[in-house]
């Protein structure tokens, strides 16, 4: 069982993160090359899932380090309300019970200079039930806001910030 923190043992590890971490990173990487070649500008979508008990859910991947609000990309011919209910139920068995809030839309040039992330804020939800690790991801879990993971992102903590506390919205990630 993993720390509060991500670290540590885990149980139900993925044959990915038995890889050595310089080779995740590098299929991340040419993940994101190849993106960048297929497509002239990405476009994700990200979301804030906050319950009612003062948590918000992260996820972490198996590619990458960290943990982050669970989303991905918008495929061509998918709305952006179709990638972002997609993406929870695939990262973490939420089902949208009701509309989702748009928080704002983020140029993130740490990625690419032509990838954009769209954050929603989503409180109306159901978890069918727990999501077990697979091969895109390694945990799914909630946290009190107030004690995020040590690794979670700077990206994941100045949204949350935006939302939760009222900060300033940039327009870059």
Known sequence: MSNEDGSGPRSGTSGIELMPRGLRR???KALHIYFRLRRG???GVRAAVLNEAGEVLLVRH????????PGGGVEPNETLADA???ELREEANIALTGPAALHGIFLNRHTSPRDHV???IVRAFAQSAPKQPDVEIAEARFFPLSALPETTTPGT???LAEIVEGTARPDEW
């Open 118 to 120: 769209a954050v929603f």
């Open 62 to 69: 198996t590619y990458t380090p960290g943990w982050h609000m």
């Open 84 to 86: 972002l209910a997609k």
């Open 157 to 159: 903590r100045r949204r």
């Open 41 to 43: 500008m990405t476009l």
């Open 26 to 28: 590098l299929a991340g």
